[in-house]
């Protein structure tokens, strides 16, 4: 008594109450478990699926998931498919209906054709203005012209120019991405709209709404502006024809599996073993700054 005396001077009663319900809930949960209670849980593969019709299909909600994996035999929950989307971040309303810019052009690319004016230095410290179009599907570009003098109507003219071309190759592109500068005027965009192409300007100041175009004018620096010295117009025009043709028919690209946009991708040497002697022959173009190679015949 004495020993418990002298504990109740050091905590109140309420204290020691509270420590014997611990102990008894403690070993209550110990010898007692429960078991669980509620629904069994999902497998992961119908989460992966579940993910995977929400990311494919922007316009499904999570009811009509829930459909769909019905018809698929898959017997869960509507409740479910909404906490798996609310889980991974997707909304499980129709919130995911707007596109991305970058979905719109994947989605779009073979109908995709993208224009820019872009500005070079001669020798002399001259300004001069290319103008190039591209195609998002195949990667083929095409330099339409270049002056020192811009005008809307000269990039009318080659607007013409282009639709010319187009048809003549049967191109089935619908949509024009170019920017907000003030020579593409009305009449430039009237001609495309007649011939059934749609222009669609990029926002102010966000290049990367025309990412492809503005690629390409990288490269199109690194591997041959900023290595050659253009002395004047026309020694810039022969540079550009030059390297829209290795870069058209020999230059590799990753999005093509290593094709070039008007050539197709050679068939591999199979197996790698057969290779005893290679006999590669190389050209030069503007004397060696871009090269090709190919077997020796």
Known sequence: MDKLRNLLLLVRPDTLLRWHR????????????????????TIRSVHVLVVRLARENASWAYRRIHGELAALGINVAASTAWEILKEHGIPPALERQSTAWADFLRS?????LACDLFEIRTLTGARLYVFAVIEHASRRIRI???TAHPTAEWIVQLGRN??????DVGSTARFLIRDRDSK?????????ADAGLTVVTTG???????????????????ELLDRTLIWNLPHLLYALREFETFYNEHRPHRTLKQAAPLRPSPEPISPPAQI??????????????PHEYQHAA
């Open 204 to 222: 102010i100041q966000i290049p990367r709404m025309n990412s492809i175009m503005e690629r390409w004018i990288q490269t199109c620096r690194r």
């Open 22 to 41: 611990d102990v008894l809930k403690r070993r209550h949960a110990a010898t007692c478990r429960p078991k669980r209670r509620g629904r069994p849980p």
């Open 108 to 112: 779009q690319a073979k109908a995709l």
């Open 276 to 289: 005893k002697h290679l006999k590669i022959c190389g050209r030069g173009r503007l004397g060696g700054i």
């Open 144 to 146: 339409l012209g270049a």
């Open 184 to 192: 593409f005027t009305a009449a430039f965009d009237a001609p495309l």
């Open 162 to 167: 282009l639709l010319m071309d187009l048809e």
